[in-house]
DNA sequence: AGCTGCGGGGGGA
DNA sequence: TCCCCCCGCAGCT
């Protein structure tokens, strides 16, 4: 929506109110999905657009009666932070997201932070006049009508798939018999190069000290040590999360796919050069980014509609809790992120590995620069102030994880049948490469 | 188990 | 009348 050269036709569609009788149909151009929309902002977004026809926000929102059945409301629950308001190491802070079921919720509450043992406290939203920010959601015609009200006055919780990860990771360590088997006698997982054995280090506070308990031949190290074991559960969640047609559930298929012979298979048939610093440890990053909005990015990249794919930047769906990117896009994900990025830092070092490779053909864009181990917060990052989830970082300087050059091509059908995905349907593959 | 949407109902302003 | 909240239910993942 630019808001230059307004006409009545531009006045109407800016003006409206999401109880309007009659909201505008003469959309010209419908907004990008937004993952974390506050204060007063109204969107009008596509019908098609998967994540708006979810109703999702990355805030904890419960469902409100408004006993409006055409308008959805939704009221947001805040977040879950340590009572003590304790704080893990390097300084990090504990930002929970509410379950929205209620018994889910206080049964959440009756557990202890797991980095003191103290209660948990839930921090209610009190943005909107005291009350919690309200979200409306309203279908319409070609589109659909969203319009927040109150502005948060609480930290970013966990988004939705990182809370999702964090109970599957749970769920491998209770029962890890399905995912481990698999994965033992991986040297590659078991010890990487310049792999610091330091839990404190990972990059999230308790969703690592919890969750990544894995059994015995693991020593601690999450199975997303590696980018293409953390493409696994990225696909996962992917799938279970938004229903993409055609995977149906990854965590099965670590079980027959062994990610050690993926991440082989996937060093001999890419041209890709690894640094020294080759696969990324977890103790290479100790920031817990907000990588949210890359979330919904790569959401909406997966999902066929990104600005960024549309711009042959290549796809990064940065995964869940385990992956350590440590930039944060703007809150507003309709600012194309790669201008936030610092421009050329001395050293191409960047973090995250692709996943969906780019349907236009550029795998990897070099101008997405992360450094997952020297985490310099630049004007192009959000400020702590600014995102809860960034916090102070003692750099590892050692470890790199070097961005394949561009010429580096990765053969996205070997790769989608490798991971067992040969069977995806047609619109799953749509999805993915909507120029294919 | 948890998320989501729906709807009945109570209570306050 | 409007708004907020609680609750239960059903469908889904």
Not at 386 to 413: C, G, I, N, R, V
Request: neutral net charge; aromatic residues 10%; charged residues 20%.
């Amino acid at each position: 929506m630019e808001p230059d050269d307004f006409d009545s036709e531009d006045k109407e569609i800016l003006s409206w109110d999401i109880n309007d009788v009659k909201l505008p149909q003469n959309v010209k151009k419908t907004d990008w999905f937004q993952e974390w929309p506050d204060s007063y902002a109204k969107h009008i977004y596509s019908s098609e657009d998967k994540n708006a026809q979810r109703h999702l926000s990355s805030w904890a929102m419960r469902n409100t009666n408004n006993h409006n059945s055409r308008i959805l409301k939704k009221s947001c629950l805040g977040v879950v932070v340590c009572g003590r308001d304790c704080l893990a190491e390097e300084g990090r802070k504990i930002y929970l997201r509410p379950a929205i079921c209620d018994k889910a919720r206080q049964k959440q509450q009756r557990k202890r932070c797991p980095n003191c043992d103290g209660p948990l406290k839930l921090i209610p939203c009190r943005g909107h006049g005291g009350f919690p920010v309200t979200n409306f959601w309203r279908h319409d015609g070609r589109f659909i009508f969203f319009q927040s009200k109150g502005e948060h006055d609480h930290p970013k919780p966990e988004t939705k798939l990182e809370a999702e990860a964090r109970r599957a990771m749970k769920k491998v360590n209770t029962a890890p018999s399905s995912v481990s088997l698999s994965l033992k006698g991986s040297t590659e997982t078991r010890s990487l190069p310049g792999e610091t054995q330091s839990q404190g280090s990972l990059p999230l506070t308790w969703s690592f000290q919890e969750g990544v308990q894995l059994p015995g031949s693991y020593s601690g190290h999450l199975i997303a040590n590696t980018p293409q074991q953390n493409s696994l559960n990225d696909c996962f969640s992917f799938s279970k999360s938004y229903g993409l047609g055609g995977i149906t559930d990854l965590t099965d298929q670590t079980s027959t796919v062994d990610p050690t012979k993926l991440y082989e298979k996937r060093k001999l048939s890419s041209s890709r050069t690894y640094s020294s610093g080759d696969l990324l440890p977890p103790s290479a990053s100790g920031v817990y980014s907000d990588h949210g909005d890359l979330q919904a990015w790569s959401k909406n990249a997966a999902l066929g509609r990104n600005h960024l794919t549309d711009n042959c930047y290549s796809n990064y769906p940065f995964p869940l809790t385990s992956w350590p990117c440590s930039f944060s896009p703007s809150q507003n994900s309709s600012e194309p992120f790669y201008q936030q990025l610092p421009l050329e830092p001395p050293a191409a070092k960047t973090g995250c590995p692709p996943l969906w490779p780019n349907p236009a053909g550029n795998l990897y864009e070099e101008k997405v620069h992360v450094d997952f181990n020297s985490y310099v917060q630049s004007p192009a990052y959000h400020s702590p102030q600014e995102d809860p989830f960034l916090f102070t970082y003692a750099s590892h300087p050692h470890q790199q994880y070097s961005l394949p050059s561009k010429s580096s091509k990765w053969d996205f059908e070997e790769e989608m049948t490798y991971l067992g995905l040969d069977h995806c349907n047609n619109d799953m593959l749509l999805n993915l490469c909507p120029l294919r």
